[in-house]
């Protein structure tokens, strides 16, 4: 959590008793236990509270899932472009692949509109 390994540890610890003194370090010690044990209390009763109020539809969710330190939007992107099973990209395939095989079998395009004629009215799109 903090990052500090045994050798930095000694030192802290040294510094302490130097500049607190070797009779009242006992003292600090037991506030500090006392201090630490309060602060777990209140992390476990808020963390209890919490979950009590949004009930059962929470406790569920993979919260490691939805960190934001995970999101790598190449990722995100390439599993996207890489995805062949959604069925969107299925019907789209299969519309291509019609198109290009009415072409390869001689079927006519049609023919763009011309340039003074008004554009074509679709009544039931409005």
Do not use: C
Not at 24 to 48: C, G, I, N, V
Not at 79 to 93: E, S
């Amino acid at each position: 959590m903090f990052d500090i390994n045994g050798g930095e540890f000694l030192v802290i610890l040294l510094v302490a008793v130097i500049v607190i003194g070797p009779s009242r370090l006992p003292r600090y010690a037991e506030q500090l236990a006392r201090l630490t044990k309060q602060a777990r209390h209140y992390l476990q009763d808020a963390k209890r509270r919490v979950d009590d109020e949004l009930g059962d539809d929470v406790k569920d969710i993979d919260w490691e899932a939805l960190d934001p330190r995970k999101y790598d939007p190449r990722r995100i992107v390439r599993d996207a472009l890489l995805d062949d099973d959604t069925p969107a990209r299925a019907g789209a395939r299969a519309r291509t692949a019609a198109g290009s095989a009415g072409a390869a079998r001689g079927a006519a395009a049609p023919a763009p509109p011309e340039p003074d004629a008004p554009a074509p009215f679709d009544d039931e799109a409005t």
